[in-house]
Every structure is written in structure tokens, then in C-alpha cells.
T-cell receptor
Framework: AQTVTQSQPEMSVQEAETVTLSCTYD???????LFWYKQPPSRQMILVIR??????QNATENRFSVNFQKAAKSFSLKISDSQLGDAAMYFC???????????FGKGTRLHILP | DTGVSQNPRHKITKRGQNVTFRCDPI?????LYWYRQTLGQGPEFLTY????????KSRLLSDRFSAERPKGSFSTLEIQRTEQGDSAMYLC?????????????FGQGTRLTVV
């Protein structure tokens, strides 16, 4: 069974600084998709960034980028120039290529310090 | 279109009562998903529909849970004979295709408290 592990329940970062959230996953599949989702307080979950496992190039979306290490089954999220609006729960997630359901980690709560 | 809508936002019920939640997906999204999120955990998959067909159900979905999407538009999730362990946030999401290929859009959830 596929699992997603986020070992940092909470993290804090100073506004304008850079922070990296960690994620590891376990799968026997060779092809899959990885995601980071953001869940702000009392608001709906939104997709931050997406990575296809067959692509070696790390995905980037503005201030958000990932470090995808397929052999190590690691998928970290880097947030540059942190802003107050980045404060949220961040979930690492996995979808197998043959599946149509998202498997989420337990999340990391990110605090932004002004 | 204002996104995925879930009603009610909050529900308090007594143990043993039945409850029903509704999800209105984004128009023309043929996929609709239900997830359950308990405190300190990530969302757990419950079930999903492609149009009106329920294609997969998690083992988490006991016999007390039933979901429908009768006309391929809105969906309902019913929990019969609620237990305290059913207390959670129930999330609905919709997408125009498989979530591996397209973006899933989530609602704000229905928070269920069983007392």
C-alpha cells in the first residue's frame, strides 16, 4: 500500500525567508504523481504544485518549488520569500497512475512570523 | 460558478441519529470525491463517482455510510446510526477528469460532531 509521511507537524518561518517542508512516500509503482496542497484556516484546500514522477525536472510555481528525489522517494516543498498568506496546513499527496484517488500525508502546519 | 459547495457547513447530532450531507460540484466536472479528515490527520479517501457511477469505495466506508450521485451532478453522503467516531470534517472535491491529470477542487467541508 502506498503511504505518504510528513515528519514535521509544525514549522515556523520569518516573513520573507525561505522554508522547506519535507515529505517521503512509499510505493512499489514506477509511475505516479505527487502534489502539495495548501489548506488555509477555515478555507478550502487548494493545489500548490504538481510533479509527474517520470519527469526529472523539478516543478516550479512562482515562489513554490519542489525537490523531487525519486530514488530516495522524497518530495520536499520550498517556499521562497514567505508571506503571511502562506500560513496554512500543507499536505503532501500521491496519486498512482492507475488510480483516481489522492493519498494524503498528515500535514505540516506552517506559521509565518511577521 | 462559485466552486464546490457543501451543505451544511456544521452539523451536531446525537449518537444513533442519521445525517445527510450534500455536495454540489463545479458544473461539468464528471468526477466527484468524498474524503474524511479527522483532527491532526490528512484527508482519507472514502469514495468517488464518475458521473452517476460510484467507481470505488474505501474499506473505511462501513455499511452505515452510503453515497449517491443520482443525476451525475450533486452528491449526498448519508451516515446512519452515527457513532462518536464519525465526528470529523467531510470534504467533497470535484475534477473534470482523473485527479492525476487534472486539478481537484475542494469544498470547505461539513464538520460533523456526534454527541
Amino acid at each position: 500500500a502506498q503511504t505518504v509521511t510528513q515528519s514535521q507537524p509544525e514549522m515556523s518561518v520569518q516573513e520573507a525567508e525561505t522554508v522547506t517542508l519535507s515529505c517521503t512516500y512509499d510505493t512499489s509503482e514506477s509511475d505516479y504523481y505527487l502534489f502539495w496542497y495548501k489548506q488555509p484556516p477555515s478555507r478550502q484546500m487548494i493545489l500548490v504544485i504538481r510533479q509527474e514522477a517520470y519527469k526529472q525536472q523539478n516543478a516550479t510555481e512562482n515562489r513554490f518549488s519542489v525537490n523531487f528525489q525519486k530514488a530516495a522517494k522524497s518530495f520536499s516543498l520550498k517556499i521562497s520569500d514567505s508571506q503571511l498568506g502562506d500560513a496554512a496546513m500543507y499536505f503532501c499527496a500521491y496519486v498512482a497512475i492507475k488510480d483516481d484517488k489522492i493519498i494524503f500525508g498528515k500535514g505540516t502546519r506552517l506559521h509565518i512570523l511577521p | 460558478d462559485t466552486g464546490v459547495s457543501q451543505n451544511p457547513r456544521h452539523k451536531i447530532t446525537k449518537r444513533g441519529q442519521n445525517v445527510t450531507f450534500r455536495c454540489d460540484p463545479i458544473s461539468e466536472h464528471n468526477r466527484l470525491y468524498w474524503y474524511r479528515q479527522t483532527l491532526g490527520q490528512g484527508p482519507e479517501f472514502l469514495t468517488y463517482f464518475q458521473n452517476e457511477a460510484q467507481l470505488e469505495k474505501s474499506r473505511l466506508l462501513s455499511d452505515r455510510f452510503s453515497a449517491e450521485r443520482p443525476k451525475g451532478s450533486f452528491s449526498t453522503l448519508e451516515i446512519q446510526r452515527t457513532e462518536q467516531g464519525d465526528s470529523a470534517m467531510y470534504l467533497c472535491a470535484s475534477s473534470p477528469g482523473p485527479v492525476r491529470d487534472t486539478e481537484a477542487f475542494f469544498g470547505q467541508g461539513t464538520r460533523l460532531t456526534v454527541v
